[in-house]
Every structure is written in C-alpha cells, then in structure tokens.
C-alpha cells in the first residue's frame, strides 16, 4: 500500500469541522469499473454524444440501452473498494458533520453504506418513463423497459445538456459554501457544474484536498494535492483524522 500523508490542516479540518466531500468516476476504478476519459475509459472511441444524450436515445434508443445494460451489468458485478468504505466510515464517524456529493452513478458508495449522498448524475439502478415521466428502482436489471403508460423507459441517469436532479445542485453548493474542507477524489474536475464546487468552498474559506494520481482542471487551484489512487488515500486519511491518532 502506497503511503499517502496530510497536511496538519487537512487533519484538523476532518476532526473538527464540516466536510463535503466530491467524487467521480476514478474512485471506483479499483472496483473494476472505467473511468470515462483516458486510457480505457468509456468514452475512448465512442461519442458521448451518440450514447449520452436524449436526442441519441430518441434516434437509436437500441444501442443506447446496450451501453448502458452493459455499465449496469458491470456495476453490478462490481464491489465497493477501500475507498468507498472509507467514506463509508467516514460519515459514520462524522454524522451531520459530513456530506458526499458524488457524479458517479454505479451505487458503489450506497452499498457500502454512505446514506448522506447528493447523486448529481442520477443512477444506473433507476429507470424513468420518457413519456409519463414515472421513475422507478430497478436493482435487479429485469425490470421491463416499457412503462405502464406504454412510454418508452431509459436509464435514470443526467445526459448531456440535461439539467441535474432538481435541488441536487442547489443542496451540494450550499454544502460547499459551509464545508471547512472539502475534498474531491476522483474526478477530472471538467464537467461543470460539478467541477465548480471545490471553488464554491475555497472562495469560503474551506481546505480544498484534490486526491487523483493524475493532475486535473482543478490542480492549480486548490489547497493541497494527494497525488495518490483514493483506494489508497482515503483510508490512510480517515485513519489519520481519527481521534487519538497522533
Ligand atoms: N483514484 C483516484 N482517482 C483516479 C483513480 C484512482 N484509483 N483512477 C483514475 N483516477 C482519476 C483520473 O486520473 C481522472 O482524473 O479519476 C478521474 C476520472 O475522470 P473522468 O473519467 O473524466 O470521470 P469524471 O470526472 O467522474 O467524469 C465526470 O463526465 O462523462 C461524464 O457524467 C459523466 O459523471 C461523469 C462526468
């Protein structure tokens, strides 16, 4: 296991004040799951454009649904990983203290038990009628994907040029503005308005942490840089804030 080490700051931070913590797809990739850009990721020759917006799924709602039956499959093959529980912990420790806002839409952090989570992209595990717009859980991948109303049902998930989950953005950059660190795991930090957070916190007065092995949009502008994977550094931190750990 790499050592990953933090600032006094960040310690201090995590014992004693508000944490809002922001993730994105890399925080599962030690789950087994892509990333969406670079090497491997999803978006790697294909078009986002062709498998993630309404206008694909009215054009070709076939391939659509093969792309994402095939992220549902994986997610749910998949297990959360040592970062997940971290955070897991983490909020268990913290309680109102803490809240996750997460882009990813795997339901890893749900099932290793995180319950004070804002889901800005939506989820894999829910299906919405295109017609009546009916939303309803499908954790089993075998609900029809017809709706009762005859509309066409696609996954519950936010497509490019769609607004996010009503209040979901609103709850989050709330949360930002309050946090005293926030720490963002995982994420390129380039799809707004996600990307925007750390900033929101920062021009606040919070600690912003960037936990990524790789630099980002973001890396310039935040307080501390934990060039680590976060299956690594999210452990060693929630350890390292623990009561009693100096
Ligand atoms: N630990 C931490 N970070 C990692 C790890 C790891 N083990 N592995 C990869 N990363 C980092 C990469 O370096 C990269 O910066 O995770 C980031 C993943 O970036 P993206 O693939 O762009 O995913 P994300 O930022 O979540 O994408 C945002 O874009 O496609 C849309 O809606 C989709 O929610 C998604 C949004």
Redesign the pocket.
Known sequence: MERVSFSGTAIERLRSGRVLVLT????S??SGLA????EG???EGRD?VEL?TPEAFRRDPKTVWRFYTERREKAAQASPNA?HRALAALEEALGERFLLVT???DGLHERAGNRRIVRL?GSLWRLRCTRCGDEDEDLDLTASHRCRCGGRRRPG??WFGEPLPEGAYEQAAEAAARADIVLV???????YP?AGLPEIGREAGAWTVE????R?AISDRVDERVP????S?LPALVEASSPGAD
């Open positions: 994105g797809a890399g925080v990739a030690e990333t969406f850009r670079g990721g999803l978006w986002p993630a970062g882009q990813n839409v992209h998930v936010v795991a995982g994420t390129s930090s380039i799809v996600a936990i990524n092995p790789e980002t680590a994977a976060s299956g550094a």
